[in-house]
């Protein structure tokens, strides 16, 4: 009887240390999953999780969150400043995602120096960004860049489309300050 009992406790020993070593495994994944987590993640998705993990207070992510909105708005006027346009609504709505691919809708207004803007377009992303389907609609009569939006529109060309307008809003400030310029000339001659 002695016999069997020590085998008993032998077996018992045995899967009692199979059980240790099982919660130990399933624990280990664990631990890493939540590391992994926070390390995937950057920025905002990254404050989340911690904030609600309890690493991180909702102060600091709110403190961090106006940071990079005011960084934001300081990048925003900087690019207003050098390309001379600015943006006065722009929204984004997803029409199809897969696994494979992205399209969304892009609407954007606004003017360049002063002329004003509006553009439409859908952006595709599968392997690489492509932009299909443009309209532009200019706030001008001018036939000339009139003309250059309709070619713009055919090609799907958005980056060329806005270097041209910038160029072509600051000719024609150029034209404006030649001609307030010429009439006062003339009222003063006269």
Do not use: W
């Amino acid at each position: 009887m002695l016999r069997r009992d020590m085998e008993t406790a032998r077996r018992l020993e045995v899967q009692s240390k199979a059980l240790q070593a099982e919660i130990d495994t399933l624990r280990s994944p664990h631990t890493e999953t939540e590391g992994s987590v926070a390390v995937k993640f950057k920025g905002r998705m990254k404050d989340a999780l911690l904030s609600l993990s309890g690493k991180q207070t909702a102060e600091e992510t709110m403190r961090k969150m106006r940071a990079e909105v005011e960084e934001m708005e300081e990048d925003l006027e900087r690019q207003t400043e050098m390309n001379g346009i600015s943006l006065t609504s722009c929204t984004v709505k997803t029409l199809h995602k897969d696994d494979t691919q992205v399209v969304q809708q892009y609407s954007l207004a606004g003017s360049c120096l002063d002329l004003g803007f509006q553009v439409e377009f859908q952006l595709s992303e599968a392997q690489g960004k492509t932009i299909t389907k443009l309209d532009i609609v200019l706030d001008t009569d001018d036939m000339q860049i009139s003309s250059f939006a309709s070619r713009a529109e055919e090609r799907c060309e958005l980056i060329q489309f806005f270097r041209t307008l910038r160029s072509f809003s600051e000719g024609r400030t150029q034209q404006n300050h030649e001609s307030c310029f010429d009439q006062l000339a003339c009222v003063r001659s006269c």
